[in-house]
Structures are given as structure tokens and as C-alpha cells.
């Protein structure tokens, strides 16, 4: 039980009541109101012990049964019970307070306990204390994201909140991401106070490096002990078409034998795109416009797959190279070579022509003489291509082979009949600005399919514009493709820019391709926050006007500033730097500047408070602003003041600068004196010492009575003399009189009393 309070006393309610039936039941009973006051938590057992209600109501516990002490409520007594042995009153069934009241700030309830003989009605009224007993809950508790991979860092997305049903300070909640290397968790708070968790993106993504993440969101509350809930967030990268089709083979070969049935298979080709969706879509195509190509071949445009449409014949053609292009949806291609060599079959008959014949022949012709020249020829190959000729019958001819045979090796000379081709048509590459002349940006590759000097490549790159050469920013090695970066990148001037690239061998006539780089500058907190208002007037003051009658928490400036970053660089926050108490206030957020407390006659009308502009950059920059804060309602009323004030400060300024001049001079004169003074007594000195011989006491006798006077340290004797200080600077400024010889004794000063050995000046 937290709390026990007991009022007693008469209603308006109970009054009315016996008025009413005062006539009717005044020998019956008698009507008593008060209100009884109880604190429980919720959850507690059944039978928890909540107060002793016939105490509270100061009625004997002998008697409860017989004046019927009951609970009056269809709800309160489902969940109480009273103990008529005793008086207490018990928790009769589980109380959950969010059941009850949802979300109310006060949970409350209330019921009649009435007895009779006579009868009294008292009112019960019982505080539900909240517990931390519910955790927090995302409904739904799996966020489903779907991001594309060219998304730039510093992108926010807004998640869903968790939801508490306890109150207070066990409803409060905060979130906490899982680790991961390429989001971080925000807050977004909105105009109610609610908080919303938001995911920002840190790095970019690759789909194809990896096409989904999975995060674990956790909310915990305020309680004790705190109560966390958690919620899945499924983030899907979505596909951009930056990846070109690749195929399995830069050349296909495949040797086929002459007069195979039409519509045979010869071969399929393959290309992969990393891609997915319309962008790894690949369709298959002849480059080639040859008719016998055409004629003879088909290609699958969905599987890559060639077949034969007519018949092929090795005596029509024994090589057939055919371009094949691979096309993603997205209108990325690439090609490959297909080289389809037919193999020779035996299907020519040997063709026999006669040259030259005799057709008569004189019967005493010798042997060997030459009757016919027969010339034969079988359009095969090889073997198949290789004749025997018989004569048939017993004649007396023969034939005689008068042909030789040869081998010639052939070497076949490289002709740079094809082109530069890079592995992808355009590529992005992200640069941090600032960066270092010189640094690495990027490095591209192409390929040659020639050989030697054919397959020699040079990279260099095509400026789009003159007025901005891309020379001033980048440049290429011509040998490898690494390209540099010539000076510092500034994402405020560049966010981003293309570069073609060109591939060109050093073949006769020279063949090249282009390819396209994106190169991406990415922010860097590179820029302090710039403060537009208020802005300095010429003397580099600021005044704003704050009416003397303002109330607390009045707006009564703003201060507006602006970053030239991005992103969270560019996020700013505003402070006041002051050690003490300030009777202003501002916004982190907005920068609007509020009164702190009403104004009191104590208060000065002028306050000058400094206000701080950071970014959220690491490291953080900043600037700052000097505000005069003028409390009246009409600025008439302070320009005496602020007059006043600027003449006294510069008064006291003046009179401090005469002071350090006054100071200076006096230094000056002081130290003139002393080196005149010198310099006059060393001329005397000197002067005197011709004459140092004639008298040897300089001073008259003295009184032995005094001697005894003098302390040690001081002059042994008396001596005076006076000094007199020139008007003529042509003359000595210090004038040493001789000595009085007869001083009167009575003239003296004892050392004690003139102080430590000091000469009398006269």
C-alpha cells in the first residue's frame, strides 16, 4: 500500500440524499459520506493485503458482518473483496492496468463500501500504479526496406517506432542498431515530441557484392529492469544496370562435318550479367551481315544456341567466322567470335578432263610416246582427295603420273582486324574530395584479341568541355590505365562528373573503343557553417529589440545559418556559450532564441550573448555570432543609456591611455636624473683631487655625544649638502654647494630617526 488518506465529512452528493429521503428512512439508518484513498501496483497476487478498510472507516471489525460491509461497484468487485473476519480489504483477481485505463496518465478505480444499520456510504477510490511489465513492441516487428545500389551515403530512411503500453517513465523508449559496416541509426523527433528511429546509409552499396542485409533493431525502455523488444529489418538492394554482359569464351571454336542434316545444333553461347531483373536479361544476335551466314545459320536469341539452316559444304566454304552480341535489358552488350570449321567428306567423284589427245597413233611408234595428257581432280580434301587412274583392258598404254608434290608452310600474318574491348561499358569510382594530388582514382583495363604491336594498348581520355579541360583534373598512364588524380576534388563546385575513356592499339590502321568512368566525389566536412541572419551592422555590433513585458519562453530572435556541405555535415545545431545563467534560450534545432524567464528591474538592458553553429561533421566546425540583446519596449528609451555607456567606456578608455603616458614620462625623467646626477658628481670628483692633499678633514669636529647615536650601516659622520636644480640647460643641472663646516649641533638628525643612512637634502 504507497498511500493511505481519509477525508471525512458531508457531500453535496450524501447531503442531497438525505433530504430526499430523510422522511422515508430516518428511523432506518443513517447516510455517512467519506472517501477513502489507496496506491497499489498492478499485477499483484491474488489475496495481496491492500488496506484495512473497517480501521480506515473507523468501524468496530464485531460488527461488520452484521451491518453487511459489502462493496457496491460491477467492476471493482470483480478485482477486491473485504475480509469481514478482519476488515481488510484483498485483491480478488489480476489487475492489469493497461487493460483498464490503456494509456491514461491516472488509472483510478472507485467503488461504494456501504454497511447498514444505520447505512453509510463511503467512497473508495484506488490508484493502479503502472509496472514495467510490458516490453516494447514493433508492430510489424519485420521492416522491409528496398534501397537501390546507387543510393548516395548520408541517405535517411525512416523505420517504424516501437510502441510501449506501460506509461511513464516505463514507456520511454531508445533504439540501438546492430553492427554492421554500412548503416547507422538516427532519431527524427516530430512536432508531438514523438521519436521515430532512421536508418542512414554510411557506404555505398554493391548488389552484386551483396544484394541483401538483415539488421536487428532493439528498443528498450525506461524501466526497472528495462524491457526490450526487437525488429527485423530486411533490406533489399535493388539493381542498377552497371554490370555488361560477359560471355564464358572470348572465341567459340567447333568443327563440324559437311552435309550434317539441317537444323542441327552446332553450338551454344553463353553470357552472364551480374545483374538481376530487366538488367541480367540477355538477348543473343548476329552481328554479321554476310549473307551466307545468314542463309546457312540461326541463333537462339533466348538461349545462345546456333543451328544450321542450310547445308554446308566444304568445297563452298571451310571456315565460317560469325560475330555474336550479347545484349542485357538495359542496353548493355558485348560480343564474341564463333569460328565454325567444316570438316571435309568424301562426297566429290574424281573429275577427269583431257588436255590433249592424239587420235591417231602410227602403229611403229616407239614406247613412251606420249598418246593423251589426262588431267584429273577431286574436290576433296586429303585423302579423299587423292586419285588412282587404271587403265582397264588389256591395252598396251599406261599412265604415267607427271606431277610432284611439295609441302609449303604457311605462317599467317596478324591483321589488326579487331578493336579494344573493355570488360565493362562505363564504370563508377567514388573519390573523397580533398584528397591528395596525385592519389590513385581508378584503374580500367581493356583487352586486345590481335597480337604484337596489334595488341598493344594506350589509354587516354576525351575531354567533354574546353572551357573546364579534364586535363586540370585528371589524368591516365598510358601503359597501365591507372588514373590519378592531378589536384583536390571539392564536392561543393563538383558533385560528380564522366570521363571517357579511349582504348586505341597500335595496329595500321589504328582500332579503338571508349568506355565511360563516373567518378563520384563524396563530402567530406570540409566547410564551416555560414550565419545569414542576424548579420553585423558596419561597427560589428548586433542589437536585437526584446519588448521589457515579454513572457517566458517568448521568441524573440532567430538565428539563421546554412553549411555548405552535405549530407550530415550539413546538419547544424546551435548553442549559447555562456558559463552562467542566461536569460535567454535556443532551439538546438531551429536556432530560434527565446526568453528564459520573465524580466525583473534587476535585470540589465543590454545582454550580449554568443551564439555557437556547429555541424555534425568529424571533425566538427563551427562559427559563432555576438548578439546584444536590448530589453525595452521602444528603442528610443535605451539610446541614452547605450550613449552613456559608449561615452564612459570610451572615457575610461582615454584615461587609461594618459595614464600609461603620464607613467612613461615620469620613467623618462626619473631616469635622466639619475644619470645626470652621476655624471655631474663624477665631474666634481674628479675636479676636487688636486687639492685632496691640503685638508684632510673634510667635516667639523662632532660632538662625542652623538657618536654613540649613529647605528651600523650608516654614514660615520654628518654630512649635508644642498642641491639646486638649474633653469639654463646650458648649464650643470645639479649643483653640489660645499659642505658647512660649522653645523650647529642642534641642526643634527640622529639615524634613528631620519631613517636608514639617507642624506638630508636641502
Not at 254 to 274: M, W
Request: proline fraction near 5%; glycine fraction near 6%.
Amino acid at each position: 500500500m504507497a498511500g493511505l488518506q481519509l477525508q471525512e465529512g458531508q457531500s453535496m452528493q450524501g447531503l442531497r440524499w438525505q433530504v430526499i429521503f430523510s422522511f422515508l428512512l430516518s428511523w432506518l439508518c443513517h447516510s455517512v459520506s467519506g472517501q477513502i484513498h489507496y496506491s497499489i501496483n498492478e499485477e499483484l497476487r491474488k489475496g495481496s493485503f491492500v488496506g484495512n478498510l473497517a480501521k480506515d472507516l473507523e468501524l468496530d471489525v464485531k460488527d461488520l458482518s452484521r451491518r453487511k460491509l459489502r462493496i457496491v461497484s460491477k467492476i471493482s468487485e470483480k478485482y477486491f473483496s473485504i475480509n469481514l473476519d478482519n476488515g481488510n480489504l484483498y485483491i480478488a483477481d489480476r489487475i492489469d492496468r493497461e487493460t483498464l485505463c490503456e494509456a491514461a496518465a491516472d488509472c483510478v478505480l472507485t467503488f461504494d463500501a456501504v454497511v447498514e444499520n444505520p447505512l453509510n456510504v463511503f467512497n473508495i477510490k484506488i490508484d493502479i500504479q503502472d509496472m514495467n511489465d510490458n516490453p516494447p513492441t514493433f508492430i510489424p516487428d519485420t521492416i522491409r526496406i528496398e534501397m537501390s545500389e546507387s543510393t548516395s551515403p548520408g541517405r535517411r530512411f525512416l523505420l517504424q517506432n516501437a510502441e510501449d503500453l506501460d506509461v511513464g517513465i516505463n514507456s520511454l523508449i531508445s533504439y540501438r542498431l546492430g553492427a554492421n559496416q554500412y548503416f547507422a541509426l538516427g532519431e527524427k523527433v516530430s512536432t508531438d515530441g514523438s521519436v521515430f528511429p532512421e536508418l542512414i546509409l554510411e557506404k555505398p552499396l554493391d548488389r552484386e557484392t551483396q544484394n541483401k542485409h538483415e539488421l536487428i533493431l532493439t528498443a528498450s525502455d525506461g524501466g526497472d529492469p528495462v524491457q526490450t523488444g526487437t525488429a527485423l529489418i530486411h533490406i533489399i538492394i535493388n539493381d542498377i544496370n552497371d554490370n555488361v554482359p560477359v560471355f564464358t569464351q572470348d572465341v567459340y571454336k567447333v568443327s563440324v562435318r559437311e552435309n550434317i542434316p539441317v537444323n542441327s545444333t552446332i553450338l551454344q553461347v553463353s553470357a552472364s550479367d551480374e545483374d538481376e531483373g530487366v538488367n541480367g536479361q540477355i538477348t543473343y544476335s548476329f552481328r554479321s551481315t554476310a549473307k551466307n551466314i545468314l542463309q546457312i545459320f540461326t541463333l537462339n536469341s533466348r538461349n545462345g544456341e546456333i543451328k544450321t539452316k542450310g547445308v554446308l559444304d566444304y568445297e563452298v566454304s571451310k571456315v565460317y567466322e560469325i560475330s555474336v552480341q550479347a545484349e542485357d535489358g538495359g542496353g548493355l552488350a558485348t560480343k564474341s567470335k564463333v569460328l565454325i570449321e567444316i570438316i571435309d567428306e568424301n562426297d566429290n567423284a574424281p573429275e577427269i578432263s583431257i588436255t590433249s589427245l592424239s587420235s591417231l597413233i602410227p602403229e611403229d611408234s616407239a614406247p613412251g610416246t606420249a598418246v593423251a595428257l589426262i588431267q584429273v581432280h577431286d574436290p576433296d580434301l586429303g585423302e579423299n582427295g587423292e586419285v588412282q587412274c587404271i587403265i582397264k583392258s588389256d591395252l598396251p598404254f599406261q599412265l604415267i603420273s607427271s606431277s610432284s608434290r611439295r609441302v609449303i608452310q604457311l605462317e599467317i600474318s596478324d591483321v589488326n582486324d579487331n578493336a579494344p574491348v573493355f570488360e565493362k561499358l562505363d564504370y563508377t569510382a567514388f573519390v573523397s574530395e580533398n584528397n591528395l594530388p596525385g592519389a590513385t582514382v581508378f584503374r580500367i583495363k581493356a583487352k586486345d584479341l590481335d597480337s604484337e604491336d596489334n595488341a598493344k594498348i594506350a589509354y587516354s581520355t576525351m575531354s567533354g568541355s574546353t572551357e573546364d579541360p579534364l586535363s586540370s583534373y585528371i589524368s591516365i598512364n598510358t601503359v597501365t590505365g591507372v588514373i590519378y588524380a592531378q589536384r583536390s576534388f571539392d564536392y561543393e563546385k563538383h558533385k560528380e562528373f564522366n570521363i571517357q575513356i579511349i582504348a586505341r592499339d597500335n595496329g595500321s590502321p589504328s582500332l579503338n573503343s571508349s568506355t565511360t568512368l563516373r567518378i563520384c566525389i563524396v563530402d567530406q566536412n570540409d566547410n564551416s557553417p555560414v550565419i545569414l541572419y542576424p548579420s553585423p551592422e558596419v561597427d560589428g555590433l548586433t542589437f536585437e529589440m526584446v519588448p521589457w513585458t515579454s513572457e517566458q519562453g517568448s521568441l524573440v530572435s532567430k538565428v539563421v545559418a546554412v553549411d555548405a556541405d552535405s549530407g550530415h555535415n550539413a546538419w547544424l545545431s546551435y548553442f549559447l556559450q555562456s558559463s552562467e545563467p542566461s536569460l535567454f534560450t535556443i532551439d538546438q534545432h531551429t536556432g530560434e532564441i527565446r526568453t528564459s524567464r520573465v524580466f525583473q528591474e534587476k535585470d540589465i538592458i543590454k545582454h550580449g550573448i554568443v551564439v555557437l553553429v556547429k555541424d555534425n561533421g568529424t571533425p566538427s566546425r563551427s562559427a559563432s555570432i555576438t548578439i546584444n540583446m536590448v530589453i525595452a519596449d521602444h528603442f528610443h528609451q535605451v539610446l541614452p543609456d547605450l550613449g552613456n555607456q559608449s561615452n564612459k567606456e570610451e572615457s575610461q578608455s582615454n584615461l587609461q591611455f594618459y595614464l600609461v603616458i603620464a607613467l612613461a614620462l615620469i620613467s623618462f625623467l626619473f631616469m635622466l636624473t639619475v644619470i645626470i646626477a652621476v655624471v655631474s658628481k663624477y665631474k666634481e670628483s674628479k675636479s676636487s683631487t688636486p687639492f685632496g692633499s691640503l685638508s684632510t678633514s673634510l667635516y667639523p669636529p662632532v660632538d662625542p655625544r652623538f657618536i654613540s647615536q649613529f647605528n651600523t650601516g650608516t654614514l660615520p659622520l654628518p654630512y649635508s649638502y644642498d642641491l639646486c636644480v638649474t633653469l639654463d640647460p646650458s648649464e650643470q643641472e645639479f649643483a653640489f654647494l660645499k659642505p658647512q663646516h660649522n653645523v650647529p649641533v642642534d641642526s643634527l638628525i640622529d639615524a634613528d630617526d631620519s631613517g636608514i643612512g639617507n642624506e638630508t637634502l636641502k
